[in-house]
């Protein structure tokens, strides 16, 4: 079905992909994509430039989440494996940074305001925690 360019259109595979459907008003309105092969389910949301993207995956990431609102508002990721989960936060360039991770860091934060206003690190392993705060260059 097709109304202009992709208005909308759904296909079913039992194969590779069980079904998925995409659908498009003017450039990747919306995405919604099912597998139940590598990935169980994923949505993608587009509105202009990204406005929304999840994704859920029981292989390698259990799920995660992309919001973007111009430039990367916002990400969220949650992956059981490497990381437990982690979030990074972007109003502009780099406004703030959340990283955790259950393995090598425990948890680290990285701020910016402008160009590396601040960044925090913890780690249980090898620094139990550090600070590196710079208004200047680095």
Do not use: A, M, R
Not at 36 to 58: A, C, P, Q
Not at 71 to 100: A, C, H, I, R, V
């Amino acid at each position: 079905y097709d109304k202009g360019l992709n208005e909308s259109f759904t296909l079913y595979d039992k194969g590779l992909n069980e079904s998925f459907t995409l659908y498009d008003k003017g450039l990747n309105e919306s995405f919604t994509l099912y597998d139940k092969g590598l990935n169980e389910s994923f949505t993608l949301y587009d509105k202009g430039l990204n406005e929304s993207f999840t994704l859920y995956d029981k292989g390698l990431n259990e799920s995660f989440t992309l919001y973007d609102k111009g430039l990367n508002e916002s990400f969220t990721l949650y992956d059981k494996g490497l990381n437990e989960s982690f979030t990074l936060y972007d109003k502009g360039l780099n406004e703030s940074f959340t990283l955790y991770d259950k393995g090598l860091n425990e948890s680290f934060t990285l701020y910016d305001e402008g160009l590396n206003d601040s960044f925090t690190l913890y780690d249980k392993g090898l620094n139990d925690s550090f600070t590196l705060y710079d208004k200047g260059l680095n």
